[in-house]
């Protein structure tokens, strides 16, 4: 790697050399834009576990612009949404998702798909027994209760929205917002 000419290195290859080349110096700021785009997954979870460990051991501030939130949950504390120059949202991404979500997902495994499940909440897929059922936050106690006491559930997970649909629901208040402002 060390001999072949930068221009003939990979996009990943180029990738992991420019997180070397920018932590040589043990810099205190670090400004990291995409860093794990062009790598597989194996080496992008180990860029983010390698930057994590810096910035524990160092004491570092990283920054990182990215559209690719499976970097933002791994490294990031603090999130910042900016659009178009405007501040969106500033804390921690507990309080993004708590802030912009109006629900959660609720994934049963049974053993078939019931016709009458939308009582429970909406029908988001059910495939082979894989129940994903949209419910809002509020009512997601109540139905879970009643699904365990309902229907013969193998296993059952509740999860908040991913990431991605959280920060499409920034953008979509912010338009709507401005929408809203330039009405007559």
């Known amino acids: 790697l060390l001999k072949k000419p930068v221009r003939n290195l990979s996009l990943g290859e180029r990738m992991k050399c420019e997180v070397a080349a ?8 670090v400004f ?3 860093p794990t785009i062009g790598l597989d997954v194996t ?3 180990r860029i983010r576990a390698f930057l994590a460990q810096y910035n524990q051991r160092f ?3 990283l920054l990182l612009t990215s559209h ?6 791994a490294l990031c504390r603090r999130v910042i949404v900016i659009h178009e120059g405007k501040l969106l949202f500033d804390g921690d991404l507990a309080s993004l998702v708590r802030r912009f979500t109006s629900h959660k997902t609720i ?19 059910c495939e082979d027994g894989l129940v994903t059922l949209r419910v809002a ?3 997601t106690p109540r139905v ?3 699904l365990l006491a309902d229907l013969p559930v193998i296993d059952l997970t509740v999860e908040d929205p991913p990431i991605e649909e959280v920060i499409e629901r920034v953008f979509a208040q912010n338009a709507a917002e401005a929408r809203a402002g330039e009405a007559p």
């Open 43 to 45: 080496m992008q979870r």
């Open 144 to 146: 879970t209760a009643r």
């Open 107 to 125: 994934i049963v495994q049974l053993e078939t798909c019931p016709d009458d499940l939308q009582v429970y909440g909406e029908v988001v897929s």
């Open 59 to 61: 004491g570092a501030t």
């Open 22 to 29: 920018a932590l040589l110096h043990r810099p205190q700021v």
């Open 137 to 139: 936050k509020g009512e």
């Open 68 to 73: 690719y939130m499976n970097d933002v949950e």
């Open 32 to 34: 990291l834009d995409e």
